[in-house]
């Protein structure tokens, strides 16, 4: 059991260094400012006030901290709906101004790496009609889902480096009667959640200090476009991204360490379409078991729909196989909810998930008869009409 403080030195015993011109692409944000001064696009600034972050060249980026429209992702709603609901539940009880947008359609981003049945220019107007409609409403869109994230900074580089692409985008929105947009910076939720990550830790009515967690980074987020995430020389030395592991540090949480970190967790998309065994067993021998005999973790930290559902929803089968299984998995976002008291039903919706969670919300003093009890209280309620849905005076209660 490795915890992350034995990693690497104290910050002021370290020399780190980054170099921008290292990066494997030019800085976006040059290229996107000229554009607009050459009238191929209008950009969406970050609105003040935001956060400055050091990505992994030694660029900085802006993460905005209110004024957010938030681009949900069909896949936590469809299948892990806690997710998104813990994202929400953490901007109130802080108290900020943020969108959950009706006019938002999914990226088709599975389309694009799973089937490849798409096209470019179909892509790319996805992407942009969706920063035309948050554009509209005067709030920054704030991405949900990893791959999202990461597909629409892969179109980023296509739009900015094909004249002609951004032609024929431009005509695709022009007939839905929106402008082209492209946003100062594409923003993944767990980096708002890093950036706010101090604050969160000021409301924190939950011990988390007896808790330990291992961290799978979503590939979509640090391996795409790799130079557009977050480091941190306090964390790994800058040698891994700073996410989730710096936000599970300031609410108490002990991280561990394990030798298979850097692999995908399983989903892969066509692997989850076409082989989906091999999915479940590479989720479960190459990532679970390896966490569990090198660092026997209370919980599993990720910030990404298909790695939440393929490291939870796999581990069913291994345990019918008698492999060494049962650890709970859940996203940053609800693991700071919870750390700020949120209810884990009513707002994280634990009772999706599929591996028993039951042990580590007792081991942070959570009753979980009696929270159980309450939510179901809510739901006899709606099945009798008195109520249509929980509202967040019920979730807040």
């Not at 490795?2 to 104290?10: N, Q």
């Not at 089937?115 to 892509?123: E, P």
């Not at 967790?265 to 066509?270: A, D, T």
Request: proline content about 4%; overall charge negative.
């Amino acid at each position: 059991m490795i915890p992350v403080e034995t990693l690497v030195k104290p910050a002021k015993e370290r020399e780190f260094k980054v170099n921008p011109a290292e990066a494997p692409t030019e800085d976006y944000h040059d290229i996107i400012f000229q554009l607009e001064k050459e009238g191929e696009w209008e950009v969406l600034r970050v609105p003040e006030p935001y956060i400055e972050v050091e990505t992994k060249f030694g660029r900085k980026k802006k993460i905005p901290i209110e004024k957010t429209w938030h681009h949900k992702s069909c896949g936590q709603c469809g299948h892990i709906p806690g997710y998104s609901t813990s994202i929400f539940w953490i901007n109130r009880k802080l108290g900020l101004d943020y969108i959950d947008p009706t006019d938002q359609t999914s990226c088709t981003a599975w389309n694009y790496y799973a089937s490849a049945t798409s096209n470019v220019a179909a892509q790319a107007a996805v992407a942009m009609r969706n920063f035309a409609a948050a554009a509209e409403t005067g709030y920054f869109p704030l991405i949900h889902c990893g791959t999202s994230f990461g597909h629409y900074k892969e179109v980023r580089q296509e739009l900015i480096h094909s004249a002609e692409l951004r032609r024929q985008v431009r005509d695709i929105l022009a007939k839905l009667g929106k402008k082209l947009v492209m946003p100062e910076e594409i923003v993944h939720y767990s980096e708002w959640v890093h950036a706010m990550r101090h604050r969160i830790a000021e409301m924190q009515v939950r011990d988390m200090s007896m808790i330990a967690a291992t961290v799978h980074p979503a590939c979509h987020y640090h391996k795409l476009v790799r130079e557009d995430a977050i480091y941190d020389p306090e964390i790994y030395g800058a040698q891994r991204t700073a996410i989730i592991t710096a936000t599970l540090k300031a609410i108490g949480v002990e991280v561990r360490d394990y030798s298979t970190w850097y692999d995908c967790c399983g989903f892969g998309f066509r692997h989850i379409l076409v082989s989906r065994d091999f999915s479940r067993s590479f989720a479960t021998q190459r990532k679970i078991e390896v966490m569990k005999e090198e660092a026997d973790p209370d919980v599993v930290v990720t910030h990404d729909t298909g790695c939440v559902t393929t490291l939870d929803q796999s581990q069913f089968a291994a345990k019918a196989h008698g492999r060494n299984v049962g650890v709970p998995v859940m996203s940053d976002s609800q693991m700071a909810a919870l750390a700020m008291g949120a209810h884990p039903y009513k707002v994280l919706q634990l009772h999706w998930h599929n591996t028993d969670n039951k042990p580590f919300l007792e081991k942070i003093g959570i009753d979980v008869e009696k929270a159980w009890q309450e939510f179901e209280e809510e739901v006899e309620k709606i099945k009798r009409g008195e109520k249509q849905y929980l509202t967040w005076e019920d979730v807040d209660a």
